[in-house]
């Protein structure tokens, strides 16, 4: 990674889903499965930091892109390992030189309408000047081909429901697709497996999806990876809209089908009207 020290990572893996029995409409038993939730503390240079809920699919990958995400750690090799413990709930992450003022730094919580996570360190809001996204674009071929790969997947959502997921697309090419009860948690390893790409992962020509809603966190999290064009199976929050404005970001949801409304950043977005009516 050009001299980048990578961390040690475990491999830790947990059940997504497990089987409980229900009682049907008939009045039958039924078997289902549900989403298997669970807590992950994580401490860094024992210090306790947060509590994230989580599917546990890629923890190691969560937790460094929540590192990233709430701007504590700059750099993937400020990160010495990520060490996930399933049998006590934990994640020990070793930093080289530990983080400068994080007392200071994570002091102040922003409550979100997040899901699986909940809050924020404040401050993010007075990075949001010192963001620059590229200039990309995408085209309504491009986007309809995105919604079918999501359409098409065999994923934890259709089988147990209760879930969100998040993709990262070059074009309608998926690179990658994660899911997790929040969809912070699942757009923070997203972050996490760009940072651990070999030259670390640019987010200029990239595409974030979710099937979730496009809220001021979500917003802000595309951009700090550097993503400028997101898409949402669902809406947009005023606050979302506004950030969105602010960084000439685009922003596009109700993406289902051949439908959707670009909120922001049109004049990305390449349009082809014809499409819509076939």
Known sequence: MGGVRLPTLTEARAPLTREITTVNEKG?????????????????DKRELVTLM????????????????????????????????????????KTRDGIARIEERTSKRVVTTGCGQGSVFGGLMEELDAIELASATLTQAQLYGIVNSIRVMETTYKSAGSVHGCALFRGEEMLLFVEDVGRHNAIDTIAGWMW?????????????????????????????????????????????????????????????????????????????PALARR
């Open 196 to 272: 651990l790409q070999p030259g670390g992962m640019d987010g200029g020509d990239k595409v974030f999806y979710t099937t979730g809603r496009l809220t001021s966190e979500m917003v802000m999290k595309s951009a700090q990876m550097g993503v400028p064009i997101v898409v949402s199976r669902s809406g947009i929050t005023q606050m979302g809209h506004e950030i969105a404005q602010q960084l000439g970001l685009c922003a596009i949801g109700r993406a289902t089908g051949r439908h959707f409304l670009c909120y922001t950043g049109a004049e990305r977005l390449v349009l082809e």
């Open 28 to 44: 039958e038993s039924e078997t289902a499965s549900i989403p298997a939730e669970r807590p992950l503390t994580v401490y860094v």
């Open 54 to 93: 989580t599917l546990g699919a890629r923890p190691e990958w969560l937790v460094l892109g929540y590192l990233r995400n709430q701007r504590l750690v700059a750099s993937v090799d400020e990160v010495e390992s990520v060490s996930v413990d399933w049998d006590v709930g934990a994640a020990a992450v």
